[in-house]
């Protein structure tokens, strides 16, 4: 079947807009909010309430894709066979509870293995990051660039400090010796967000030891439209059904920090 992929994401930002207007909404309300793997990984309502929102119109529209989300949807799916949706409901959960801002609606779209669409909603700041692959990538009507190169010395780096904290080893290709020689660093606490700031250049790079493909696959669709390079860090595609570690850089930068993360395996939370 030939989808007609401009249409799938008309539809799919009209879901998303009413359920940013929803985390909107419970702002103003008290949330009932729950632990999941540590005390630091939090959980909200919210976050089941939008990822049945989603998977629910999806399914009633759509009925032969399949739906992957953090929370509950897509457990048992094992194959990229097919059109699939990866929804993250709200990434940047903690920056949610705690800022009430700083979080957003992550939805992807791929067929066969291969990302279609990405949307990445910066609810609080009203920003849409979107893109369908051939097609471009843009923030809200605006056509994000194609990268240019900078330098290690000269590039921001989106990086979590938990994993410089974790990070044993200090010699000329650790992590501390990347964060010393670039320009400075940047820690947003939304991956999704994160990866859409790569894509129109507010960062250079953004690194992570460990994320899940509902907070990367709208991130690589966008970053494919822009001509940045995201990778694990044996510089091998990203998994689309399991975990990975991610750098994303522009192509140069991107060559420079490989050498940096590629004895890293990963850590956990
Ligand atoms: P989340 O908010 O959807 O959980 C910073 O914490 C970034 O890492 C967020 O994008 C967050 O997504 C993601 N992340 C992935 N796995 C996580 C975990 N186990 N604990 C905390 N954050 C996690
Ligand atoms: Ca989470
Ligand atoms: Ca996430
Ligand atoms: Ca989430």
Not at 21 to 32: I, T, V
Request: proline share 3%; net charge negative; aromatic share 10%.
């Amino acid at each position: 079947m030939n989808e007609n992929w401009q249409e799938v994401k008309n539809v799919a930002e009209k879901w998303v807009e009413e359920a940013g207007k929803m985390l909107k909404e419970s702002l103003h309300e008290s949330l009932d909010i729950q632990t999941k793997s540590n005390p630091n990984d939090l959980v909200t309502e919210m976050d089941y309430k939008i990822e049945r929102f989603l998977t629910e119109h999806i399914e009633k529209r759509y009925p032969q894709h399949k739906t992957i989300g953090e929370e509950e949807a897509g457990q048992h799916i094992g194959s990229t066979d097919g059109v699939i949706w990866i929804i993250d409901p709200i990434d940047g959960t903690t920056n949610f509870v705690h800022q009430k801002y700083n979080f957003a609606i992550s939805v992807a779209v791929i067929k066969d293995g291969v990302g279609k669409i990405g949307i990445i909603y910066n609810v609080m700041q009203d920003e849409w990051f979107t893109a369908i692959e051939g097609d471009g990538a843009y923030l809200n009507e605006k056509k994000l660039p194609v990268a240019t190169p900078v330098n290690l010395r000269q590039a921001i780096i989106g990086l979590n400090g938990r994993w410089l904290a974790r990070e044993k080893q200090t010699d000329e290709k650790s992590l501390h010796e990347l964060v010393r020689k670039s320009r400075s660093v940047r820690s947003y606490g939304t991956a999704a967000i994160e990866l859409a700031f790569v894509a129109c250049g507010r960062l250079d790079s953004y690194i992570n030891f460990r994320l899940s493909p509902w907070d990367y696959a709208a991130g690589l669709v966008l970053l494919k439209e822009t001509g940045m390079v995201v990778t694990d860090f044996q510089s091998q595609n990203p998994p689309l059904l399991q975990q990975s570690t991610i750098l994303a850089a522009r192509p140069e930068l991107h060559e420079e920090l490989l050498s940096y993360v590629y004895n890293h395996k990963g850590f956990d939370y």
